[in-house]
């Protein structure tokens, strides 16, 4: 078990490029979500997959924001042309549809927008 | 909407003391899950106890132990013998416990110093 893992840490853009971000969950769990956390804020909720089936977004997501989870592995966060205001902290989180379902958290992807 | 209000932004003990960092919560539901997790500076966000709101008896987790309150829709925790290691930002989180998305529901957080 090598834990949630998020590449890259850090990413530095500027305002109208595109960014990906990675998230390899715990193997075998079925269940991941993403969160965004921005400065004196709790992480928010943007979306999650039940293995590739991505079943809910929050209203943070707008359309510039997209997320894949191909053949239920690891997954993708897309921005395009970003935003001041997408700065913040990208969490992402995995868990097992089974027992207690805790989830557990990867270090995160920081973005600043330039 | 479920809320989750964390009203203590800092807080600081001594080594070895003991702090409770308080929350409390919004819900109109019965069947929920409630979690504290401890977010280090520069690593990644661990669960330190979690309880469920149809159990009465508080969970326990060593040092970690809460005061959960389901009327007052309270949820503190306390963190006895404190250590430095402890000094993190601390999340109080609800989850409902049907449906299908265990999406968590944040507060804000609790900033915890721990002095030598």
């Known amino acids: 078990d090598t834990g949630v893992s998020q590449n890259p840490r850090h990413k530095i853009t500027k305002r109208g490029q595109n960014v990906t971000f990675r998230c390899d969950p715990i193997?075998?769990?079925?269940?991941l979500y993403w969160y965004r956390q921005t400065l004196g804020q709790g992480p928010e909720f943007l979306t999650y997959?039940?293995?590739?089936?991505?079943?809910?977004k929050s209203r943070l997501l707008s359309d510039r924001f997209s997320a894949e989870r191909p053949k239920g592995s690891f997954s993708t966060l897309e921005i395009q042309r970003t935003e001041q205001g997408d700065s913040a902290m990208y969490l992402c989180?995995?868990?097992?549809?089974?027992?207690?379902?805790?989830?557990?958290f990867g270090p995160g992807t920081r973005l600043l927008v330039l | 909407a479920q809320t989750v209000t964390q009203s203590q932004p800092e807080m600081s003990v001594q080594e070895a003391e003991t702090v409770t960092l308080s929350c409390t919560y919004d819900?109109?539901?019965?069947?929920?899950?409630l979690f504290w997790y401890k977010q280090p500076p520069s690593r990644q966000m661990i669960l330190v106890i979690r309880q469920e709101a149809y159990k009465q008896q508080n969970a326990t987790e060593n040092r970690f132990s809460v005061n959960f309150q389901k009327a007052a829709k309270s949820f503190s925790l306390k963190i006895s013998d404190s250590q430095l290691g402890d000094a993190a930002m601390y999340f109080c989180a609800y989850r409902f416990s049907g449906g299908s998305n265990y999406k968590l529901t944040f507060g804000k957080g609790t900033l915890l110093t721990v002095n030598p």
């Open positions: 989180a995995s868990s097992l549809v089974l027992g207690q379902e805790t989830q557990y």
């Open positions: 819900t109109s539901e019965s069947d929920y899950y």
């Open positions: 193997s075998e769990h079925n269940r």
């Open positions: 997959f039940q293995n590739e089936a991505q079943l809910e």
